[in-house]
């Protein structure tokens, strides 16, 4: 029996997912109330992919973080011109922005790897 994906094109190249301090948490609530980050993280669980994680520091609503959210947020503007994350950096460079690009992108491109049975 083949444990293979068989919808849409597969995607097995290295990702690397950007995210806030509350990592990848409340990604399963509800849309509205879930968290960027954690929706980003559970599309690409969901999808089979594998992933480096790198957690930025601040947000924009908590000013006694701005220094730090400055610093650690150079690189995050450098891939994507914006300092919001999550953001998706894709093997050949590219960058997806945003909780709901990153769930399209994962949706139609899962991961070829064999899905462990359930
Ligand atoms: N619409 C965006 C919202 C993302 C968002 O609010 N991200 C927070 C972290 S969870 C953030 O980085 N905000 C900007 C900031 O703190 O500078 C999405 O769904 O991806």
């Known amino acids: 029996m083949s444990t293979q994906r ?3 094109p597969a995607y097995d190249d ?3 997912l950007y995210v806030c301090p509350s990592g990848t948490s409340f990604g399963g609530l509800p849309a509205p109330i879930a ?3 954690g929706r980003a993280a559970k599309a690409l669980d969901d999808a089979g992919h594998s992933y480096e994680r790198k957690t930025v520091k601040g947000g924009a609503m908590k000013f006694w ?3 730090a959210r400055a610093r650690d947020r150079v690189e995050v503007e450098r891939l994507s011109g914006q ?3 999550p ?3 894709l093997d ?3 960058v997806i922005t945003g909780s709901g690009a990153i ?3 994962a949706e139609t491109n899962p991961s070829a790897a064999p899905v462990a049975a359930s």
């Open 92 to 94: 050949d460079g590219s």
């Open 87 to 89: 953001i998706l950096v």
């Open 83 to 85: 300092r919001a994350v």
């Open 103 to 105: 769930v399209r992108w």
């Open 35 to 37: 968290h960027p980050c």
């Open 14 to 16: 290295p990702v690397v």
């Open 6 to 8: 068989s919808c849409g």
């Open 65 to 67: 973080t701005w220094p």
